[in-house]
């Protein structure tokens, strides 16, 4: 209570001591407007000049509606329109930002990282601040723009209009960074947008050097815009280029009562509703109406200068040497040349002057398979020919072929399948505008560009010979690229990152430009070779950046000591379809036209003979000039080849423990998205996946796209140069926000360019991954893993990422089951190298074979019986999702029945077999029996030595014995009567003469 006295005390007095405010002292303004549109224009002292007065009356204002236009201001006292004297300018019911030394009031910048920690380099090693990368990446004020370069961060620009009508917004921007998505949206004031088709816009990229121009429609009340760079390039390594806005123009926001000054370096006439830019080597101050030249002699400046800068002493950074094209005499000289534009001066006693020409000496040769074709520029040969760059081209003799390729050793000028560029966002940014500079032996990125200059080179090859594919699970190399490289980077500060070198490649279906390799610092000459793998059209870049980071959003120094340079010394390709030919090759099948003869795809030529043999069964050969067996190359496990030229799924499968399985039900195309993610502001993503499985209708044609390409086409919805094309691939989706608003997908990438194995054998390593990814598994699972690699590096995979799809046999899964990602990394990775996908459906279960089924039997109604035939737990019924039914034939005696039957017939068996043996037995013993009768005497029985006759009497006495017609079972009745001579009288018959018969 005390203190609210005591200001109030000093108040008073202050107060007191303010003199009495006079007619000047007071100033118009207008109050708040009422429901009906209407204001009051009142008198309004001075803050803290003075105090009481008598002010005028309040009398009624304009139409809350109204303003005046483009180069007029609203005149308080008269509360009629005037135009804006020179030095200044207006919009009239508008504002224009263009000036950048700082954020603008009324500007607000935020900066968010996603949360990647999981997707991207963990478990690299490498550890980054992206709160601190993000604050450096965000908007910055730079001058004649205000930039901003992508991170894996969102950026935002945001501004809050409070338009009284309705009215427009636009801006000029510069945007060309395929790792990055530039969006522009208006909402209302609860942060919603307001659902119109055109509060919304994804501005294309923009061409290096040019700014493109976006003009949106607003409506009246608050109106908050917000300009965002979302990078969404995760881990891969960036080629950084900024994001520029450099002017924005909002109408509506009501009137205003005076003009604005123009800024320094800038100038305007009477009723202007915009400043013009002082040229080169004038300058101005800030309300100027016109600009004051710099002393030619001693001072310079840029465009747009706030002020002349003195003229430092030349020195040798202040010229470079070139080589003038040859001559028709065969004869080029070295020459030296100063930069553009020239900033020091000569007449002073320190300065330097740069050497004079060089005398003419002979050209240096063309590079090889070049010649020289009007005297001075040196092109390809022409098909069929060959040469070594020295002296005209020779046609390759017979039964031989050129043998294509690129051989860059010589730099007098840039080869003709070769394009440079330097592009900067400063009017004299790049010292040379042609960007690299050819020197002789080698080509430089040239000296005195600006910090924020990146100069690129290109060189365009139509293809390569041969085909595509995989031996030993990886991709067969069809080229090789090899260059020789120095860079030297002399800045070293804590703000900024030294110069970078980027090789990049660009295919058409990897959609945009991937960094390769890149190099930061200083590196001493040295190669490095690249394998290619694709044999479609190709296009390789160099891009030289000097600064990164921090240095990028100050205002260069044209004076500026820092000497960063790249220098290319040469390059090499081989393999190529187009180029030159500096030697032929023999041709063992004679040549055609400017090839040799191939074999069919799918043959080899053999060894001894020169004939074409075609490759063993499952083998895949990738040119039609394989010399020997070795050419042909076998598949991979569980792959099959397509007529010798690839290898591929064909959906069947067996594995080690001869159990088949088909997964024909996998074929197509198929889909699973990510978690869900969230930046820090709630902004929600998610990566999504595109992935075929087996067939060869889907190989390598699974799409991913970036349709932000959209606003580029109004007839296709991807631009060719954003799709990717593989087995599997990624792409991150932002979902929309409003029914109206459209989702985006951007960023896409490859991750498995072609499929290495297909195996059922789950190792120990396999298995101890899926445990710790959280698969929910156990060794008796039946497992079939489809592999795929992409050779495409990143900065954490140096030696490119591998996706394993897991199909899991579940045969309690209906339909094709479910697709699930690692519940401990639920994107699908926990390194960033290798994916991991687990597919559980009853598809993935093998093929149930006849032994392997249940079989239950049904009742015997009315002679039929139902069979049923159920498979084990994991096997999958053939041709049906039920269990096998079928119908027979039956009887009604139960199988009780049957074996009593068969036992009964076999004991019958048995005794009749007894019987027969003991008849056969007993008549045997009986003819032996009336032998001993019939020899006896007197009824006595022989004597124990002799058998009751004489062996020589034998045949002469008896012929035969003949019994009485007694049936077998009456002797075997008989044998049991009680008799006392046991013995039955027999009739023997006399032996008759052989005369007689």
């Known amino acids: 209570m005390l203190l609210f006295v005591l200001v109030s005390f000093l108040v008073t007095v202050k107060g007191d001591q303010l003199p009495t405010c006079q007619p000047s002292n007071f100033h118009y303004e207008y109050t708040e407007c009422d429901s009906e549109g209407s204001r009051w224009r009142v008198s309004v002292p001075k803050p803290n000049v003075c105090v009481g007065g008598n002010p005028n009356p309040p009398v009624r204002g304009k139409d809350c509606k109204f303003t005046c236009t483009a180069g007029t201001f609203l005149d308080m006292e008269s509360q009629d329109c005037k135009s804006c004297p020179a030095g200044t300018y207006s919009l009239g019911g508008g504002v224009r930002f263009d000036e950048w030394t700082q954020i603008p009031k009324g500007f607000e910048v935020k900066s968010e990282s996603?949360?990647?920690?999981?997707?991207?380099?963990?478990?690299?090693?490498?550890?980054?601040?992206?709160?601190?990368?993000?604050?450096?990446?965000?908007?910055?004020?730079?001058?004649?723009?205000?930039?901003?370069?992508?991170?894996?961060?969102?950026?935002?620009?945001?501004?809050?209009?409070?338009?009284?009508?309705?009215?427009?917004?636009?801006?000029?921007?510069?945007?060309?960074?395929?790792?990055?998505?530039?969006?522009?949206?208006?909402?209302?004031?609860?942060?919603?947008?307001?659902?119109?088709?055109?509060?919304?816009?994804?501005?294309?990229?923009?061409?290096?050097?040019?700014?493109?121009?976006?003009?949106?429609?607003?409506?009246?009340?608050?109106?908050?815009?917000?300009?965002?760079?979302?990078?969404?390039?995760?881990?891969?390594?960036?080629?950084?280029?900024?994001?520029?806005?450099?002017?924005?123009?909002?109408?509506?926001?009501?009137?205003?009562?005076?003009?604005?000054?123009?800024?320094?370096?800038?100038?305007?006439?009477?009723?202007?509703?915009?400043?013009?830019?002082?040229?080169?080597?004038?300058?101005?101050?800030?309300?100027?109406?016109?600009?004051?030249?710099?002393?030619?002699?001693?001072?310079?400046s840029v465009a747009s200068s706030a002020k002349c800068t003195k003229k430092p002493a030349c020195q040798e950074k202040d010229y470079f040497q070139y080589s003038t094209p040859c001559d028709d005499k065969q004869q080029t000289r070295k020459m030296y040349k100063w930069k553009e534009p020239k900033i020091c001066r000569e007449d002073v006693k320190e300065a330097k002057t740069f050497p004079a020409s060089g005398q003419p000496e002979a050209c240096p040769p063309c590079n090889p398979g070049m010649w020289r074709t009007n005297g001075s520029h040196c092109d390809f040969c022409p098909p069929s020919y060959y040469g070594d760059g020295s002296k005209a081209c020779e046609k390759c003799p017979i039964n031989t072929a050129p043998l294509y390729g690129i051989q860059f050793r010589w730099w007098n000028e840039l080869p003709p399948n070769m394009k440079s560029i330097c592009a900067s966002s400063e009017d004299h940014g790049c010292s040379t505008k042609g960007g690299w500079l050819p020197s002789g032996d080698h080509i430089h990125s040239g000296l005195g560009h600006s910090d924020d200059a990146y100069l690129m080179m290109t060189m365009k090859i139509s293809g390569f010979h041969g085909s595509e594919g995989v031996v030993d699970g990886k991709a067969v190399k069809v080229g090789e690229i090899d260059f020789v490289f120095e860079l030297t980077c002399d800045k070293e500060s804590d703000t900024s990152e030294p110069c970078q070198l980027f090789f990049m490649e660009q295919t058409e279906d990897r959609g945009g430009t991937s960094v390769?390799?890149?190099?930061?610092?200083?590196?001493?000459?040295?190669?490095?070779?690249?394998?290619?793998?694709?044999?479609?059209?190709?296009?390789?870049?160099?891009?030289?950046?000097?600064?990164?980071?921090g240095d990028m959003f100050s205002h260069s120094d044209p004076t500026n000591d820092i000497d960063d340079m790249a220098k290319i010394y040469s390059i090499d390709v081989n393999n190529t379809l187009d180029g030159g030919a500096s030697r032929c090759e023999p041709c063992p099948r004679g040549s055609e036209g400017n090839e040799c003869v191939p074999c069919e795809f799918g043959k080899y030529i053999e060894t001894n003979t020169t004939q074409c043999q075609e490759c063993p069964h499952n083998t895949v050969i990738h040119t039609t000039h394989g010399h020997g067996i070795e050419s042909c190359k076998a598949c991979g496990e569980g792959l099959t080849a397509i007529k010798h030229k690839a290898c591929f799924s064909n959906c069947l499968y067996s594995d080690h423990m001869g159990r088949k399985f088909d997964f024909a039900k996998f074929r197509g195309f198929h889909e699973v998205s990510g978690a869900t993610l969230f930046t820090g502001s709630g902004t929600q993503y998610f990566h999504h996946f595109n992935f075929s499985l087996c067939g060869e209708e889907t190989m390598g044609q699974t799409l991913c796209a970036n349709n932000v390409s959209l606003a580029k086409s109004k007839h296709h919805l991807f631009d060719e140069d954003e799709r990717v094309k593989s087995q599997v691939c990624r792409m991150i989706v932002i979902p929309p926000k409003g029914p109206r608003d459209k989702g985006i997908s951007a960023q896409p990438v490859s991750l498995g360019d072609y499929l290495i194995e297909v195996t059922g054998n789950t190792s120990q390593d396999l298995f101890k991954m899926m445990k710790d990814e959280g698969f929910d598994q156990t060794s008796s699972d039946i497992f079939t893993h489809f592999i795929f690699k992409t050779d495409s590096t990143t900065k954490a995979c140096?030696?490119?990422?591998?996706?394993?799809?897991?199909?899991?046999?579940?045969?309690?899964?209906?339909?094709?089951?479910?697709?699930?990602?690692?519940?401990?990394?639920?994107?699908?990775?926990?390194?960033?190298?290798?994916?991991?996908?687990?597919?559980?459906?009853?598809?993935?279960?093998?093929?149930?074979?006849?032994?392997?089924?249940?079989?239950?039997?049904?009742?015997?109604?009315?002679?039929?019986?139902?069979?049923?035939?159920?498979?084990?737990?994991?096997?999958?019924?053939?041709?049906?999702?039920?269990?096998?039914?079928?119908?027979?034939?039956?009887?009604?005696?139960?199988?009780?029945?049957?074996?009593?039957?068969?036992?009964?017939?076999?004991?019958?068996?048995?005794?009749?077999?007894?019987?027969?043996?003991?008849?056969?037995?007993?008549?045997?013993?009986?003819?032996?029996?009336?032998?001993?009768?019939?020899?006896?005497?007197?009824?006595?029985?022989?004597?124990?030595?002799?058998?009751?006759?004489?062996?020589?009497?034998?045949?002469?006495?008896?012929?035969?014995?003949?019994?009485?017609?007694?049936?077998?079972?009456?002797?075997?009745?008989?044998?049991?009567?009680?008799?006392?001579?046991?013995?039955?009288?027999?009739?023997?018959?006399?032996?008759?003469?052989?005369?007689?018969?």
């Open 114 to 300: 996603f949360s990647t920690e999981n997707l991207f380099g963990k478990g690299s090693g490498e550890k980054e601040d992206n709160s601190t990368t993000c604050t450096l990446a965000g908007w910055k004020p730079r001058f004649f723009s205000v930039a901003a370069y992508s991170k894996d961060c969102i950026s935002s620009l945001i501004y809050t209009a409070n338009l009284v009508r309705a009215g427009r917004v636009k801006f000029e921007y510069q945007y060309e960074d395929d790792n990055s998505v530039f969006h522009f949206v208006v909402q209302n004031d609860q942060c919603m947008s307001y659902g119109d088709k055109g509060s919304s816009h994804w501005p294309s990229s923009t061409k290096a050097n040019e700014w493109g121009s976006v003009t949106v429609n607003l409506k009246s009340g608050v109106n908050i815009l917000k300009w965002k760079l979302i990078g969404i390039g995760g881990s891969k390594v960036k080629f950084e280029k900024l994001a520029r806005i450099r002017l924005i123009e909002i109408e509506g926001v009501g009137y205003t009562s005076e003009c604005n000054k123009c800024p320094a370096g800038t100038y305007s006439l009477a009723g202007n509703s915009s400043c013009i830019s002082c040229p080169e080597n004038t300058f101005s101050v800030k309300g100027s109406t016109k600009c004051t030249s710099c002393n030619s002699k001693t001072e310079y």
């Open 516 to 549: 390769v390799q890149s190099w930061k610092g200083s590196h001493s000459k040295q190669s490095y070779r690249y394998a290619i793998t694709r044999t479609g059209p190709v296009t390789f870049s160099w891009a030289f950046q000097k600064t990164t980071h």
């Open 798 to 997: 140096q030696i490119g990422r591998k996706v394993i799809i897991t199909l899991h046999c579940d045969i309690s899964e209906k339909g094709n089951g479910t697709i699930e990602l690692p519940s401990k990394c639920p994107d699908g990775t926990c390194d960033g190298c290798i994916f991991h996908m687990m597919w559980h459906s009853r598809h993935a279960c093998p093929r149930c074979e006849r032994a392997d089924y249940e079989v239950v039997k049904g009742e015997c109604i009315n002679g039929k019986q139902k069979v049923h035939y159920y498979p084990p737990k994991h096997c999958m019924i053939e041709g049906g999702e039920e269990p096998l039914l079928r119908v027979v034939k039956c009887s009604t005696m139960t199988i009780e029945m049957y074996i009593a039957i068969g036992l009964a017939a076999f004991v019958a068996v048995i005794l009749v077999t007894i019987l027969l043996y003991c008849w056969n037995r007993n008549r045997s013993l009986e003819y032996k029996y009336m032998k001993l009768v019939s020899g006896s005497k007197d009824g006595e029985l022989p004597a124990a030595e002799t058998c009751g006759y004489d062996e020589e009497d034998e045949d002469e006495q008896f012929d035969t014995v003949e019994f009485k017609n007694k049936s077998f079972f009456q002797k075997f009745k008989g044998i049991g009567k009680k008799d006392d001579n046991p013995f039955e009288s027999i009739q023997l018959t006399d032996k008759k003469a052989m005369s007689t018969l």
